[in-house]
């Protein structure tokens, strides 16, 4: 049985023409095969493999560098939170405590019993301005306090979960800003910030 | 010292051509630099007051490269230190130990103690690859000769590297055995002992093997390889470079083939009706059976080019009438006039691969198909029912016949578009009998004269191109209907033989009941020479000594000879009947010159003489 839908198939399909090399495409394609299980099981890595006549060796090459990539289950809602350096002088491990005792997981990388709720740590991602910051439902979310994650959390528990209902994957990309640097070079700002955590 | 190289030579490149050595992990002449594990660091001015990597350097008018100041030594000696962090420096049990360039670095560059006190990585060792190769990752360099190899070489990506940075290891794709028959060669590259033989484990160190440089028996293709041995066993083969025909590259076949050699069961004594016998006794025995009877002849694919003179004479003499099989022969005739080179296949500018498996039939052929069209922009096209390898390139034009029609898409070919560039090399096989041969081959020819191309027939036994070259196994001959066989190698007896003898080094099911058994020599004991699919004609180096009572094959041949009053059969020695082939078989006219016994030793596989 496809481990994909028809419709994540065909996204796929699409995606080699758009790049020089037919290998360009693994990336986009495992995002789309990610965005569609959760996570990455080999049946998908091998479906992705085949639909871009690789061997499953690259595509799992890929799919275990990036740390964005994931192979094993994760809540549905996942956050990724920075604990390098300014992040982790401004209290980035209380956050992270914080969140473990919320979704009620010891460790990270563990998935809350309700299969909702994830943590991980991760490196600098690029906005130690706002530390502490972490990445949740494909956003960057600034100067984290136990409340906002808090208000968060209550959020994904009122709808039930559903990801797609607070960042579908082609509604982020239509109507969000990009996280991170903005097209002008001074960064994102308190402004962005606070649009962004709105 | 000064050397003027070509543009665009690499300074790994021009420093082995005045003898410098500078030490290399990742750079492999056969593969693209990459410059990944900065151990060819040198100083060169003008230039920056840096190291630089030599690997990934082209030569440039007026540059002046050092490769032992304090700063390149010292430069090197840091990286090594960085390799050995995860190192387990278990040399002492390590199968590389002796001809390892970890081993001969560290001793020449090396601090005597690590000042990295890190929390090592530790792996769980050793791990099976496949059936055939271990990976112990704690030894691992990461070099990537390995994974670039399998991409690069072979189109395939089965074993990669998963995780990054300094927590990047080698594995197999899902931990799954390794399935292509080009494994074998990542051994030979790795240049630690962290890809290693588990078919030649723990058995010797490189010190006390003896090897010489000799020829594969195991398909047309003819890669020349080393074949080591120690006390008197065949322990491994490695690749012998030679860039005609395999580029340092063999098959799993031709390198793991080879443990009947040593095994117990070797047949050493000839029997008669199951009992241990005399030569003599056994011969007259054979020759009793086969008296008045219809004969037929197996020959294994690796008979040598002699036997298969020698055989010819018994057949044109005494035996007249017997029929001749060949192990693994195709259907295809005997080429018409100059074919193509192997080596050729590098500047050809589109290649058609017609009616053929390569990467199974000829596996290195299919190699150099690969390299042409990948690193040398040939373009490819496939004439072939099924799926192959080759459609891994994305520009492969395949065209899928039913089988049995593919002459006639080979004719549509002609004009095509991708065939307008020459000089074309067309490949053909024989379909494994799908195809009326005759109609193919002269499609191919058709096609070869219409684009100005030239072909390539691919044999598929050994030395079919000789047996052709002696007429001897003919298209149609089966054995069935011969009442009396001689059994050569993995021959089965037809229904109708009422007498069969084996010949053959090890017991084999289908022998089963013979009324007479010989032993017979391997590759690896026998003098002679084979003719590969290019109708090049490469000698036999024997590793092994041939102890009585074994015999080899001519020697047997020549004495069925003189026993059947065949005049000029008494031979002084193998060199003789060298001698007369190359008088009478234009194939064998090389024949005449065989290479001295003794060749110069093989160069070591790594360190200075093959970075
Ligand atoms: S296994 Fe050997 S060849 Fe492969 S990356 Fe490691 S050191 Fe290099
Ligand atoms: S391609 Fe043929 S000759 Fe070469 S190593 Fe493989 S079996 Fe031997
Ligand atoms: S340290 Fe956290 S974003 Fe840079
Ligand atoms: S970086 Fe030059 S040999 Fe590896």
Request: glycine share 8%.
């Amino acid at each position: 049985m496809a481990a994909l839908s028809e419709h994540a198939i065909e996204e796929i399909r699409a995606l080699p023409p758009r790049f020089p090399h037919i290998r360009s495409a693994v990336l986009p394609a495992l995002d789309v095969a990610q965005d569609e299980l959760g996570y990455l099981t080999r049946e998908a890595m091998t479906e992705v493999a085949e639909l871009l006549d690789l061997d499953p060796g690259y595509v799992e090459g890929v799919a275990t560098f990036y740390t964005l990539l994931h192979l094993e289950p994760i809540g549905k809602h996942h956050f990724y939170v920075c604990t390098n350096l300014s992040c982790d002088l401004r209290g980035a491990y209380e956050i992270c405590d914080h969140i473990k005792r919320r979704i009620g997981v010891e460790g990270f990388g563990e998935v809350s019993a309700d299969g909702l709720f994830s943590l991980e740590e991760v490196e600098c991602l690029g906005a130690c301005e706002f530390a502490p910051m972490m990445r949740y439902q494909r956003r960057y979310h600034y100067d984290l306090t136990p409340e906002k994650v808090d208000a968060l959390i209550e959020a994904a528990r009122q709808n039930g979960g559903d990801r797609a209902a607070d960042s579908p994957r082609d509604a982020a990309a239509a109507s969000q800003k990009p996280p991170g640097r903005r097209a002008s070079s001074r960064g994102p700002t308190k402004e962005d910030s606070a649009e962004l955590n709105a | 010292m000064s050397v003027t190289v070509p543009r665009g030579t690499l300074l790994v490149e021009a420093a082995k051509l005045v003898k410098v050595e500078v030490p290399v992990f990742c750079y492999h002449h056969k593969l693209d630099p990459v410059g990944a594990c900065r151990l060819c660091l040198v100083e060169i001015s003008p230039g920056p007051p840096k190291p630089t990597t030599a690997c990934t350097t082209p030569a440039a008018e007026g540059m002046v490269v050092k490769t032992d100041t304090p700063l390149a030594v010292g430069a090197r000696a840091d990286i090594l230190e960085y390799e050995l962090v995860n190192h387990p420096l278990d040399c002492p049990v390590c199968d590389k130990g002796g001809e390892c360039p970890l081993q001969d670095y560290t001793f020449r560059h090396g601090y005597p103690t690590s000042r990295i006190d890190a929390p090592r990585l530790h792996f769980k060792k050793p791990i099976p690859l496949s059936e055939k190769i271990a990976l112990d990752r704690e030894r691992c360099v990461l070099c990537y000769r390995c994974t670039r190899y399998y991409d690069e070489i072979t189109w395939s990506q089965e074993l990669t590297t998963d995780e990054r940075g300094v927590h990047s290891y080698i594995t197999s794709q899902f931990d799954q055995p390794l399935k292509s028959v080009f494994s074998g060669n990542i051994i030979d590259l790795c240049p630690v002992g962290a890809l290693t033989s588990r078919v030649w484990r723990f058995e010797s160190r490189p010190w006390d093997m003896d090897h010489v440089p000799s020829v594969c028996s195991r398909c047309a293709v003819g890669c020349n390889v080393t074949l080591w041995k120690r006390r008197h066993q065949l322990v491994r083969v490695t690749s012998h470079e030679n860039d005609e025909i395999d580029e340092g590259w063999i098959c799993d076949r031709g390198r793991f083939e080879y443990t009947h050699v040593n095994s117990p069961d070797r047949l050493k004594v000839p029997l008669v009706a199951g009992a241990e016998a005399t030569w003599e006794a056994a011969l007259t025995a054979l020759l009793e059976g086969v008296q008045g009877r219809k004969l037929g002849i197996f020959l294994p694919q690796d008979i040598t080019n002699e036997e298969l003179f020698l055989l010819r004479r018994l057949v044109d003499g005494p035996w007249q009438d017997a029929r001749v099989a060949l192990e693994r022969r195709t259907l295809l005739a005997p080429p018409q006039g100059e074919t193509l080179p192997i080596k050729d296949l590098d500047g050809c500018k589109a290649i058609v691969v017609i009616a053929c498996d390569t990467a199974d039939d000829v596996p290195i052929v299919n190699l150099r198909v690969k390299k042409a069209v990948s690193k040398l922009g040939a373009k490819l096209l496939v004439v072939h029912p099924g799926h192959l390898d080759l459609d891994r390139w994305p520009d492969t034009f395949h065209v899928r016949p039913n089988p049995g029609e593919t002459a006639e898409a080979v004719r549509r070919l002609i004009g095509h578009e991708l065939l307008q560039e020459g000089p074309v090399g067309i490949l053909y096989g024989d379909g494994h009998g799908a195809e009326d041969v005759d109609a193919l081959t002269q499609a191919v020819v058709d096609l070869a004269e219409a684009v100005g191309g030239r072909v390539m027939p691919l044999y598929r036994a050994t030395n079919e191109r000789g047996a052709l070259g002696v007429r001897l196994a003919g298209r149609q001959e089966d054995l069935e209907g011969c009442d009396a066989v001689i059994l050569w190698g993995p021959g089965r007896p037809p229904a109708s033989a009422r007498f069969v003898a084996a010949w053959d080094s090890v017991p084999r099911p289908e022998h089963e009941g013979a009324d007479v058994v010989l032993p017979s020599a391997t590759f690896a004991e026998t003098q002679g020479s084979y003719t590969n699919l290019e109708g090049r004609v490469q000698f036999l180096r024997p590793v092994l000594p041939v102890t009585p009572p074994l015999r080899e094959g001519w020697d047997v041949l020549c004495e069925l000879g003189q026993r059947l009053g065949m005049p000029d059969m008494d031979y002084l020695g193998i060199f003789h009947v060298q001698r007369q082939a190359s008088r009478a078989v234009e194939l064998f006219a090389p024949l005449a010159d065989p290479p001295a016994p003794v060749p110069n030793p093989t160069p070591v596989l790594y360190g200075p003489a093959r970075p």
